[in-house]
């Protein structure tokens, strides 16, 4: 297994995920190649709850622009877990 901290990049923090927290869905940038598996028993690991799904996005990059030169930011994977009734993670607590 790979260590989770390869897995969970870092909490996706938007208004969208602050709104999702009140149904127990957090939000996370996870590794592009990592399973809805792996990202739950990292998910679990590091944050000691307990993880009933996971729902995975690919967010593709957009199109920048900076004077005359056009670019494109980096593709990322994002991940919504939805955690057990009665669960908290602390990183989103803090606003």
Known sequence: MKDPR??????VISEK???Q???NKY??????GARKEEIKQAIEKIFKVHVIDVNTISMRGRYKRQ???FGRT???K???A???EGDRIEVFEAR
């Open 6 to 11: 390869d897995v969970i990049i870092r909490p």
């Open 17 to 19: 995920s602050y709104a």
């Open 21 to 23: 927290i009140e149904h």
């Open 27 to 32: 939000t996370f940038e996870v590794a592009k």
């Open 67 to 69: 004077g005359r030169t």
């Open 74 to 76: 980096r593709d990322w």
């Open 78 to 80: 994002k991940a919504i």
């Open 82 to 84: 939805t955690l057990r």
